[in-house]
């Protein structure tokens, strides 16, 4: 495995999951991010938890199908 998939893997890795935080636990983030109390800050937060987690999918799959495919060797 090439050092980019690697890298791709990880990254898709750390987006999935300060996504998925994001998306499920909002308040969690918002203190971690220090961002005020309102229910504005929770939306955003979950429309952008739910952008991450998408990316990781997407970094994801593409990772396994380039190794699924030898772009890998």
Not at 64 to 69: E, V
């Amino acid at each position: 495995m090439s050092r980019g998939l690697i890298l791709m893997a990880g990254m898709a890795g750390a987006a999935g999951t300060a996504g998925l935080t994001a998306l499920v636990r909002p308040d969690a983030a918002r203190r971690v991010l220090r961002l005020p109390a309102r229910e504005e800050t929770s939306y955003a937060l979950r429309i952008g938890g739910m952008m991450f987690f998408a990316l990781g999918l997407l970094l994801g799959g593409f990772a396994t199908m380039a190794l699924i495919f030898g772009a890998g060797a």
